[in-house]
């Protein structure tokens, strides 16, 4: 199984003018991944009622739309966040057809219901996250899938082209993460960083460090790019990493933070020292990484709760609260599946 690439885009909702543009992306992506036409009804309904709680219950908010690949399935995930005042209730409000608005609405429980995939998290004061995600009927979380992947990949603000990117691939014997940064911006910064994914794909079953290694040689004639690779054994309960460059990792294991080691350097330029460093795993540890669009002064002990949550949500709050909004940024959040 291999995600990468997948396109997304972050809608800012200020008021209910941007309504019909998310909903059009959102169907969009759900024609190309070949949802059906009441699958694709659900993720425009879905998509209208997020964006319409935004501008009722919040000042505002933005929602992050992308496709999924899963195998040769395909699907849609939208992620709604804000800083708003956060639900007081979060147990009403997942009733089907509660509305806090107290106007005719879906309300969570009914979003719950049409999606594939449903989380959620609130905190009062810091704001709402939700994220609902909808698979064609080929496929509907299929029971083998051991560990869960949640991203936001965005390009800096005014450039089309996102010169970050990132890769997740489960081989038989151990998960791949790899998350790219090229060097600069735009469109150079993206033919480097899709490079090296093409690149790594390519080598996929050499170690970490010898991946690197074969990515550093491949972007000698592009711009050059950071790069961080992590390659997850559930059976020997370890996390094998390599990284070049100003990417950051973290292995989160009962509240304690363990940053995992890149050397200096850009691949395709100068990589002095590649190797690669051994970290224990175990079934609640939870992977993040993330380029320097980040800030990397963030700390999930303040979001009580946040860690049992979808990585999806995980990713999706680190980048509502900590995103620098001058670079390109990805954040990436692995879990094993409840």
């Known amino acids: 199984m291999i995600a990468h690439w997948e396109r997304q885009r972050a809608f800012l909702i200020a008021d209910s003018s941007r309504t019909a543009e998310v909903r059009r992306f959102a169907t969009q992506l759900a024609e190309a991944a070949g949802l059906s036409q009441s699958e694709t009804g659900n993720v425009a309904i879905i998509s209208t009622e997020l964006a319409t709680n935004l501008v009722k219950h919040t000042k505002g908010g933005q929602i992050l739309v992308r496709s999924l690949t899963d195998g040769d399935a395909g699907g849609v995930e939208l992620l709604s966040l804000d800083n708003g005042p956060g639900i007081a209730n979060l147990g009403e409000a997942l009733r089907d057809g509660y509305s806090t608005a107290g106007s005719p609405g879906m309300g969570l429980g009914a979003i719950a219901r049409l999606a594939t995939?449903?989380?959620?998290f609130s905190l009062a004061g810091k704001g709402t996250a939700v994220m609902a995600r909808l698979w064609d009927h080929r496929l509907r979380k299929p029971a083998t899938r051991s560990i869960e992947l949640g991203a936001a990949c965005l390009a800096m603000p005014g450039e089309?082209?996102?010169?970050?990117?990132?890769?997740?691939?489960?081989?038989?014997?151990?998960?791949?993460?790899?998350?790219?940064?090229?060097?600069?911006?735009?469109?150079?910064?993206?033919?480097?960083?899709?490079?090296?994914i093409r690149t790594v794909r390519e080598h996929r079953t050499n170690t970490p460090a010898e991946i690197v290694q074969y990515v550093h040689l491949a972007l000698r004639s592009t711009q050059g790019a950071a790069i961080a690779l992590a390659e997850l054994n559930l059976s020997d309960q370890v996390v094998r990493y390599c990284g070049l460059g100003n990417i950051s990792g973290s292995i989160i294991t009962a509240g304690r933070v363990n940053h995992l080691v890149s050397y200096d350097g850009t691949a395709g330029y100068a990589a002095r020292k590649i190797a690669e460093f051994t970290y224990p795993w175990s079934v609640d540890s939870i992977l993040i990484m993330h380029s320097d669009g980040?800030?990397?002064?963030?700390?999930?002990?303040?979001?009580?709760?946040l860690l049992q949550r979808h990585p999806s949500i995980i990713a999706g709050v680190l980048y509502r609260d900590f995103t620098r909004g001058r670079d390109d940024v990805t954040v990436l959040a692995a879990k094993h599946s409840n």
Do not use: N
């Open 117 to 120: 995939e449903f989380d959620v």
């Open 294 to 305: 980040l800030m990397s002064r963030w700390d999930l002990q303040a979001y009580p709760g």
């Open 160 to 196: 089309d082209q996102c010169g970050d990117a990132w890769s997740y691939e489960v081989l038989p014997d151990r998960s791949i993460f790899v998350l790219v940064d090229g060097l600069g911006h735009g469109l150079g910064a993206a033919e480097a960083a899709q490079q090296a």
